[in-house]
């Protein structure tokens, strides 16, 4: 498949394969020899490491998260506001974690079926294994700042044993729901490194661990997908083109606005919440900049259509694609 300035053309090049195949190697050499352990490359006794009450490194920047930035937070007391700040941290960590789960049980499933000689047997094997060090550190993470945050809402809990069986029935839609996971957390933990923000050590480290890997993570099924799409038919197309869209945004609620138990915890307003999420301004901006990759994406797979377009732009989550992987977006219109 080419991209000629975002317009679609179908695959001509018959060395498109050789490329993806050479592609998996890379990932899977890469998965070898720069990996990372949450155990020996984050020293968490240290003692700049250590999680101490009243610490206003815990405080959300205004920058980045969409509750750091509303005025109800900032009108808070410091202690509140730091309360909050490692509360909403940890329970991010619990849903990363929790995401994690389903997609190391989808990503076995996928590869069970996949034959003798499949390149992507051997990189999905190398992605579970790295995403279950992902989940030891995130569990890491929330039992040392001491909050018994829940992660998900209850009802993508209760789902979550069912998701990753569609990766052997509709293999496409699941490699959605894996960017749907994905693209949030490492948009929200990248911008965070970018601005700079005052993180305390161990965000950092998680931060940092994790988006160095998840980069491979992520390539993996962009790859996959600009690989297997154009192969589908016109209507199979058009179908795909509409469940991209829906499939980010409902994710994307799913790992980035924190349950009840935040709001009734912290008595945060019920108005409050619905300007957070997705009410405001700046909260509907931060909602567009999340997926911009993922608009990249459609556009070299061709599921960017009209009617796809409408759809974006009804769910909140339209604009204009990337220009290149990572573009950052903290400071775009």
């Not at 009108?75 to 909403?88: C, D, H, V």
């Not at 970018?194 to 980069?215: G, K, N």
Request: hydrophobic share 40%; net charge neutral.
């Amino acid at each position: 498949m080419q991209t000629i300035g975002q317009t679609y053309v179908p695959e001509t090049d018959p060395g498109a394969a050789d490329d993806y195949t050479q592609v998996l190697d890379d990932l899977s050499a890469a998965s070898v020899h720069r990996n990372f352990d949450p155990y020996t490359d984050i020293d968490w006794d240290a003692p700049e490491m250590a999680i101490v009450p009243d610490d206003p490194r815990w405080i959300l920047s205004k920058e980045v998260d969409p509750v750091g930035r509303h005025p109800w937070y900032q009108a808070q007391p410091q202690s509140k506001q730091i309360e909050i700040g490692m509360w909403r941290q940890a329970n991010v960590a619990k849903v990363g974690l929790q995401f994690e789960s389903i997609l190391i049980r989808g990503l076995m499933q996928y590869s069970f079926k996949l034959p003798n000689g499949a390149k992507e047997f051997r990189y999905t094997t190398h992605e579970s294994k790295e995403e279950c060090n992902h989940t030891l550190m995130f569990q890491e993470f929330v039992n040392r700042t001491g909050m018994d945050v829940p992660g998900a809402k209850i009802g993508h809990r209760l789902i979550s044993p069912f998701v990753p069986l569609v990766s052997t029935v509709f293999p496409t839609i699941f490699f959605f729901g894996v960017l749907g996971g994905e693209e949030p957390i490492d948009h929200i933990q990248k911008d965070f490194l970018r601005t700079r923000s005052t993180l305390h050590p161990t965000m950092a480290a998680v931060m940092q661990l994790h988006v160095a890997e998840e980069a491979r993570h992520i390539s993996f099924a962009h790859h996959l997908l600009r690989e297997t799409i154009p192969q589908k038919g016109r209507i199979q197309r058009f179908l795909l083109s509409l469940m991209l869209p829906l499939t980010m945004r409902i994710l994307c609620g799913a790992i980035v606005v924190p349950p009840r138990t935040f709001r009734h915890r912290f008595d945060v307003p019920d108005a409050v919440m619905r300007d957070i999420f997705w009410r405001s301004p700046e909260s509907k901006r931060f909602l567009r900049n999340v997926f911009g990759d993922v608009r990249m994406l459609g556009e070299q797979c061709g599921l960017m259509n009209p009617v796809s377009r409408l759809l974006w732009r009804a769910l909140g989550i339209g604009g204009r694609p990337s220009r290149y992987r990572s573009e950052p977006t903290y400071t775009a219109a």
